[in-house]
């Protein structure tokens, strides 16, 4: 898949682009039907799929107090574009420049920098000033910019509809199964390895140390049934989120063990994906009370995936 981060000069250099509109955020099952659709089309068509979306939540520039936590990493939100057979993405920076575009701006715009032959939305798709436009005014005026619409319906499970919006509150609520169910996936949290206190491989139990981005979606504190990808390879693992609080640590912060894994990860991004919780955070009144705890822990995740 080829990332393009700066929207120019592609109008004469791919054939029939299709492309998916949105922000994206987590890819849930709604934002997958809709990109799976728009490779359909292409494939179709004999055309190239893309997605055209921001690398920022437009609410991050238009109302800096209101954007919401995002639910992954742009990198694991390329991984999942490229897995669904997107050809092209087109990542750009939404800027207060663009939000002054009005509806009938931004569809120039894309005649004059991609010239779509389709493009492919969700039902609740909007854009253009006070998002303005919609679905509707793609149906209408789409030929007159030069392509075809196709609205794709929204993904219901349990009768309502699978948004972003709900699966950030899944997530905050601990709600695992149910965020997992409607992203299509487990939950996923990308990160790069940094130091930490080295507690862990004194116990037993070398950890792998990530910080918890405040401006990303992340689970209650607790100890999580997790699978690790290191580079390209996965492993099985126990994630522990929260302060620490045994050793008084005050920043929150996520600590992961790689089961039968030995290896230098400082400085890498690594990829952690929750199955289940197995506790809630503890105060432990002892090292030793800690270890025990760590292997019981250790026990059932092994459990888990025997």
Do not use: W
């Not at 179709?44 to 919401?68: C, Q, R, Y």
């Not at 929260?242 to 894994?261: H, M, S, W, Y």
């Not at 030793?288 to 459990?303: I, T, V, Y």
Request: aromatic share 8%; charged share 25%.
């Amino acid at each position: 898949m080829e990332v393009i981060k700066k929207i120019a000069g592609l109008t004469q250099k791919y054939n029939q682009p299709v492309v998916a509109l949105g922000m994206f955020d987590g890819v849930h099952l709604g934002h997958a039907s809709v990109i799976r659709r728009a490779v359909e089309v292409a494939k179709k068509i004999g055309g190239t799929s893309m997605v055209f979306t921001f690398s920022n939540h437009p609410l991050s520039v238009l109302s800096p107090e209101n954007a919401p936590l995002m639910i992954g990493s742009r990198s694991l939100r390329r991984d999942i574009f490229e897995s669904l057979g997107v050809e092209i993405l087109i990542e750009i920076q939404f800027t207060k420049e663009l939000s002054r575009k009005s509806p009938e701006e931004f569809l120039e715009l894309l005649r004059e920098k991609i010239s779509p032959a389709y493009v492919v939305t969700g039902p609740n798709y909007t854009f253009g000033r006070f998002g303005k436009g919609n679905g509707r005014m793609l149906l209408r005026e789409g030929e007159n910019y030069g392509f075809k619409a196709e609205i794709c319906p929204a993904v219901t499970i349990g009768k309502k509809s699978v948004s972003s919006t709900r699966i950030r509150a899944l997530i905050a609520e601990g709600n695992l199964a149910e965020a997992n169910e409607l992203l299509g996936r487990n939950f996923t949290y990308v990160a790069t390895v940094v130091h930490g206190d080295k507690r862990g491989r004194k116990l037993g139990f070398p950890t792998a140390n990530l910080e918890i981005d405040d401006n990303r979606a992340m689970l209650p504190n607790g100890a999580y049934i997790v699978r690790v990808k290191v580079g390209k390879n996965f492993y099985s693992g126990i994630a522990n989120i929260g302060d620490n609080p045994t050793f008084k640590v005050a920043k929150r912060r996520l600590e992961v063990f790689i089961d039968k894994f030995s290896g230098d990860v400082y400085g890498e991004e690594i990829s952690v994906s929750f199955v289940r919780k197995i506790r809630d955070e503890k105060v432990f009144d002892s090292v030793e009370d800690l270890k025990l705890q760590l292997n019981e822990d250790l026990l059932a995740l092994r459990k888990n995936y025997d």
